[in-house]
Protein backbone atom coordinates (compact mmCIF):
# COMPACT_ATOMS: atom_id res chain seq x y z
CA UNK A 1 0.00 0.00 0.00
CA UNK A 2 3.21 2.11 0.58
CA UNK A 3 3.14 2.94 -3.32
CA UNK A 4 2.38 5.69 -5.63
CA UNK A 5 -0.68 4.11 -8.01
CA UNK A 6 -1.03 7.90 -10.15
CA UNK A 7 1.47 10.70 -11.03
CA UNK A 8 0.36 13.71 -13.21
CA UNK A 9 3.33 16.43 -13.76
CA UNK A 10 1.76 19.87 -13.88
CA UNK A 11 3.42 21.48 -16.82
CA UNK A 12 0.94 23.62 -17.70
CA UNK A 13 2.33 27.39 -19.21
CA UNK A 14 5.59 25.10 -19.58
CA UNK A 15 7.06 25.17 -23.26
CA UNK A 16 6.70 21.75 -25.11
CA UNK A 17 9.73 19.77 -24.24
CA UNK A 18 11.82 18.20 -26.89
CA UNK A 19 11.51 14.41 -28.26
CA UNK A 20 13.95 12.72 -25.69
CA UNK A 21 12.70 14.66 -22.77
CA UNK A 22 8.89 13.29 -23.61
CA UNK A 23 10.41 10.01 -24.35
CA UNK A 24 12.44 10.37 -20.64
CA UNK A 25 9.17 11.53 -19.10
CA UNK A 26 7.01 8.31 -20.33
CA UNK A 27 9.32 6.09 -19.43
CA UNK A 28 10.02 7.43 -15.88
CA UNK A 29 6.29 7.26 -15.22
CA UNK A 30 5.78 3.84 -16.72
CA UNK A 31 8.72 2.31 -14.71
CA UNK A 32 7.48 4.31 -11.57
CA UNK A 33 4.01 3.55 -11.53
CA UNK A 34 4.88 -0.54 -12.21
CA UNK A 35 7.66 -0.35 -9.67
CA UNK A 36 8.04 2.14 -6.63
CA UNK A 37 8.07 2.78 -2.99
CA UNK A 38 6.12 5.73 -1.15
CA UNK A 39 5.05 6.22 2.24
CA UNK A 40 4.18 9.41 3.88
CA UNK A 41 6.73 9.48 7.26
CA UNK A 42 4.49 10.58 10.89
CA UNK A 43 4.89 14.02 12.16
CA UNK A 44 3.30 15.69 15.30
CA UNK A 45 1.44 12.48 16.24
CA UNK A 46 -0.88 13.20 13.39
CA UNK A 47 -2.24 9.75 11.26
CA UNK A 48 -0.53 9.09 8.69
CA UNK A 49 -2.62 7.66 5.45
CA UNK A 50 -1.07 4.54 4.74
CA UNK A 51 -1.56 5.20 0.84
CA UNK A 52 -1.65 4.25 -1.74
CA UNK A 53 -0.77 7.10 -3.17
CA UNK A 54 -1.82 10.10 -6.44
CA UNK A 55 0.61 12.24 -6.83
CA UNK A 56 0.54 15.63 -8.67
CA UNK A 57 4.01 17.28 -9.13
CA UNK A 58 4.47 20.75 -9.99
CA UNK A 59 6.90 23.79 -9.43
CA UNK A 60 5.34 26.89 -8.46
CA UNK A 61 7.01 29.95 -6.72
CA UNK A 62 10.77 28.29 -7.38
CA UNK A 63 9.16 25.22 -5.37
CA UNK A 64 8.74 21.69 -6.20
CA UNK A 65 5.23 20.81 -5.00
CA UNK A 66 4.11 17.46 -3.72
CA UNK A 67 0.75 16.90 -3.74
CA UNK A 68 -0.60 13.84 -2.87
CA UNK A 69 -4.44 12.24 -2.74
CA UNK A 70 -4.76 9.05 -1.39
CA UNK A 71 -6.78 5.91 -3.65
CA UNK A 72 -10.57 7.60 -3.12
CA UNK A 73 -8.74 11.14 -4.60
CA UNK A 74 -8.76 12.48 -1.10
CA UNK A 75 -6.11 15.11 0.43
CA UNK A 76 -3.82 12.73 1.92
CA UNK A 77 -0.67 15.33 2.08
CA UNK A 78 1.38 18.07 0.60
CA UNK A 79 5.03 19.37 1.16
CA UNK A 80 6.88 22.34 -0.71
CA UNK A 81 10.63 21.62 -1.52
CA UNK A 82 13.04 24.46 -2.05
CA UNK A 83 14.69 23.99 -5.37
CA UNK A 84 17.86 25.25 -4.59
CA UNK A 85 19.42 21.72 -3.61
CA UNK A 86 18.44 20.48 -6.92
CA UNK A 87 19.47 22.90 -9.40
CA UNK A 88 22.97 21.85 -9.84
CA UNK A 89 22.53 18.62 -10.23
CA UNK A 90 19.55 19.13 -12.85
CA UNK A 91 22.09 21.70 -14.91
CA UNK A 92 25.07 19.07 -14.66
CA UNK A 93 22.20 16.23 -15.26
CA UNK A 94 20.96 18.24 -18.42
CA UNK A 95 24.58 18.88 -19.59
CA UNK A 96 25.52 14.82 -19.43
CA UNK A 97 22.33 14.13 -20.90
CA UNK A 98 23.49 16.52 -24.60
CA UNK A 99 26.53 14.97 -24.15
CA UNK A 100 24.99 11.12 -24.67
CA UNK A 101 22.25 12.04 -27.26
CA UNK A 102 25.19 13.43 -29.53
CA UNK A 103 27.23 10.70 -28.33
CA UNK A 104 24.71 7.66 -29.79
CA UNK A 105 25.08 9.79 -32.94
CA UNK A 106 28.27 9.44 -33.92
CA UNK A 107 30.64 7.98 -31.37
CA UNK A 108 31.82 4.33 -30.87
CA UNK A 109 30.23 2.22 -27.70
CA UNK A 110 33.20 2.32 -25.76
CA UNK A 111 32.82 6.25 -25.60
CA UNK A 112 28.72 6.01 -25.14
CA UNK A 113 29.62 3.86 -22.56
CA UNK A 114 31.74 6.25 -20.48
CA UNK A 115 28.94 8.64 -21.24
CA UNK A 116 26.51 6.87 -20.05
CA UNK A 117 27.92 5.45 -16.97
CA UNK A 118 28.44 9.72 -16.08
CA UNK A 119 25.39 10.08 -16.59
CA UNK A 120 24.25 7.03 -14.38
CA UNK A 121 26.68 9.11 -11.61
CA UNK A 122 24.90 12.30 -11.81
CA UNK A 123 21.19 10.79 -11.65
CA UNK A 124 22.05 8.81 -8.44
CA UNK A 125 23.14 12.24 -7.18
CA UNK A 126 20.31 13.62 -8.05
CA UNK A 127 18.23 10.94 -6.51
CA UNK A 128 20.46 10.93 -3.09
CA UNK A 129 19.70 14.96 -3.16
CA UNK A 130 15.73 14.16 -3.40
CA UNK A 131 15.78 11.60 -0.78
CA UNK A 132 17.53 13.59 1.21
CA UNK A 133 15.29 16.61 1.03
CA UNK A 134 12.50 14.18 1.52
CA UNK A 135 13.74 12.97 4.96
CA UNK A 136 10.98 13.68 7.78
CA UNK A 137 8.10 14.09 4.78
CA UNK A 138 8.07 11.11 2.59
CA UNK A 139 10.33 8.11 2.20
CA UNK A 140 11.12 6.75 -1.00
CA UNK A 141 13.55 3.90 -2.40
CA UNK A 142 16.54 4.49 -4.70
CA UNK A 143 14.69 3.45 -7.90
CA UNK A 144 11.89 5.79 -6.88
CA UNK A 145 13.90 8.62 -6.09
CA UNK A 146 16.04 8.03 -9.22
CA UNK A 147 12.70 8.19 -11.36
CA UNK A 148 11.25 10.81 -9.56
CA UNK A 149 14.23 12.94 -10.19
CA UNK A 150 13.90 12.14 -13.76
CA UNK A 151 9.95 14.34 -13.75
CA UNK A 152 11.43 16.74 -11.33
CA UNK A 153 14.24 17.18 -14.26
CA UNK A 154 10.92 17.78 -17.09
CA UNK A 155 9.76 19.80 -14.84
CA UNK A 156 13.05 21.87 -14.43
CA UNK A 157 13.44 21.84 -18.31
CA UNK A 158 10.33 24.25 -18.91
CA UNK A 159 10.76 25.97 -15.74
Known amino acids: MT????????????????????????VAIFDLLEDNSFALTARDDRAVPPGPFRLQLSIRDRRLVFDLQDQDHEEAGAFHLSLGPFRQVVKDYFQICESYFDAVKSLPPSQIETIDMARRGIHNEGARVLQERLEGKAEVDIDTARRLFTLICVLHFGG
Do not use: V
Open 3 to 26: RIIEINLDDAGLPAPTPEIEQERK
